[in-house]
């Protein structure tokens, strides 16, 4: 999936990943995801 950058804020605030779409994990101050790797630490 490709995003622009204002729909992917927007998707991460949701909770879902901004590259494949999979729900996010929030742990130990970073969201990442699962299913691909995804992660960004610090604010959302």
Do not use: F, Y
């Not at 999936?1 to 204002?6: C, Q």
């Not at 729900?23 to 992660?39: A, P």
């Amino acid at each position: 999936m490709n995003v622009d950058e204002n729909r992917a804020k927007e998707l991460i605030r949701e909770g879902i990943c901004p590259v494949c779409g999979t729900k996010l994990k929030h742990q130990e101050g970073c969201t990442e995801c699962i299913m691909c790797g995804w992660s960004q630490c610090g604010e959302a």
